[in-house]
């Protein structure tokens, strides 16, 4: 049996994914003066990719992508256990 069919079983278990574009601390004041059309700058430049997380764990980095009207992410590389 393959490891893949080994886990077959937990195809289905629904897993919180999360897709990172930045991380900042803002303060209470901040937050309350945002407002629709609101411009909040990234410590990250375009074009660099973005954290793919599941649960609590790194799985991936990826670039946004633009196919057609749809947005998404392409996985680019998966960090390396060290």
């Known amino acids: 049996m393959s490891p893949l069919e080994e886990?077959?079983?937990?195809?289905d278990v629904p897993?919180?994914?999360?897709?990172?574009?930045d991380?900042?601390?803002m303060t209470?004041?901040?937050?309350l003066e945002l407002e629709e059309g609101s411009l909040v700058r990234l410590t990250r430049s375009a074009?660099?990719?973005?954290?793919?997380?599941v649960g609590e764990?790194?799985?991936a980095y990826g670039?946004?992508?633009?196919?057609?009207?749809?947005?998404?992410v392409r996985l680019t590389?998966?960090?390396?256990?060290?």
Do not use: K, T, W
Request: proline share 4%; glycine share 4%.
């Open 7 to 11: 886990i077959a079983f937990y195809a």
């Open 15 to 21: 897993m919180p994914v999360e897709l990172v574009l």
């Open 23 to 25: 991380r900042m601390e």
């Open 28 to 31: 209470v004041a901040q937050l």
């Open 47 to 53: 074009g660099e990719n973005i954290d793919v997380y």
């Open 57 to 59: 764990a790194l799985l």
């Open 63 to 72: 670039e946004v992508v633009v196919i057609e009207s749809a947005i998404g």
């Open 77 to 82: 590389d998966f960090p390396h256990e060290e």
